[in-house]
């Protein structure tokens, strides 16, 4: 009688809860998958506004297209540039510094509340902030340049392709770091402190204790910190937008795979072309998650059978 009662019970609450987040769960379809659906739709069409009305079948011929495409190659390698630098280097620097602000000196309040700043900043307001600190005729980065007897000359920073990208990246992390930051910060203040006193009395010393007992306990903030960084390097828009005014420039030295989907779907109005390149970023992204969660749970494996 017990144990049907506890059953019934169960069931419940699992009817209640499947109740409770029927509406959000039904939102997020409505807003997302009718989208990411009807994208794929397109994408296996011939659908080109300028061409007209008609949108015949085309099969997989736009993903066969992604494939040879010698536009889509450039920009994955751009893709690949920033977002090894956006993502390793930001969570490793975010690691770091969140292990400074960890520890007890003067001002590490104020240190931390600074720390918010950059994420407080909108996207747009960013790129913005940015592109107007490089500018190569009125911007403070020449000002302070020459000042300091570096340069005589003003350098047109964001019209040098390699130089418009590194200041990309370079935007990108300032924005990013804050919350990066905050996340490692949470997963150092949850480490026990005992551990650390023991290491201390067996003698271990700043880099094996940082090896071996913060590195571990960080590993689920550290995996979540790489997925979530490598999506959003991926996506990027709005900074390469603004920086460069829309054209992904200059000689295409900002044009990342995310925002060549943009400029073929509302530039180029090959919606057919653009959506396969959606659903291509769409699965390149899920590889990616895929890849840092078998990544870490390789890790967790291999610890667990030194343990042992």
């Not at 935007?171 to 930051?181: N, R, V, Y």
Request: proline residues 4%; charged residues 15%; positive net charge.
């Amino acid at each position: 009688m017990a144990v049907n009662f506890a059953e019934r019970s169960r069931r419940r609450d699992l009817r209640f809860g499947a109740t409770m987040i029927a509406p959000a769960v039904l939102i997020v379809l409505m807003l997302l998958g009718y989208p990411m659906g009807y994208a794929v739709y397109m994408s296996f069409q011939e659908w080109n506004d300028k061409l007209g009305a008609q949108h015949p079948f085309v099969g997989l011929a736009n993903y066969g297209q992604l494939v040879t495409d010698p536009a889509v190659q450039r920009a994955l390698e751009r893709t690949a540039y920033f977002s090894i630098i956006t993502v390793l280097g930001g969570v490793a620097l975010a690691v770091g510094i969140a292990v400074l602000l960890n520890r007890e000196f003067r001002g590490r309040t104020l240190a931390r509340v600074l720390l918010l700043v950059p994420w407080a900043v909108p996207p747009v307001v960013n790129g913005i902030m940015w592109k107007l600190i490089f500018d190569g005729s009125t911007g403070i980065a020449n000002t302070v340049l020459r000042g300091l007897g570096l340069i005589k000359t003003n350098v047109q920073f964001l019209s040098d392709p390699a130089m418009a990208m590194n200041i990309l990246i370079f935007a990108e992390t300032w924005k990013l770091l804050p919350f990066l930051c905050l996340l490692m910060l949470a997963a150092l203040q949850g480490i026990p402190a005992n551990l650390y006193r023991a290491a201390a009395i067996d003698g271990a010393g700043a880099w094996s204790t940082f090896w071996r007992i913060t590195l571990p306990n960080m590993r689920a903030a550290l995996m979540f910190a790489l997925i979530v960084q490598s999506m959003w390097s991926l996506k990027v828009f709005d900074t390469i937008y603004v920086l460069t005014g829309g054209s992904g420039g200059p000689a295409e030295g900002t044009t990342t795979i995310n925002f060549l989907a943009y400029l073929v779907n509302f530039s180029n109005l090959d919606r057919g072309y653009g959506s396969a390149m959606a659903v291509g970023i769409m699965i390149l992204v899920l590889a990616v998650a895929v890849f840092w969660i078998l990544v870490f749970g390789g890790f967790s494996r291999k610890r667990r059978e030194a343990d042992a």
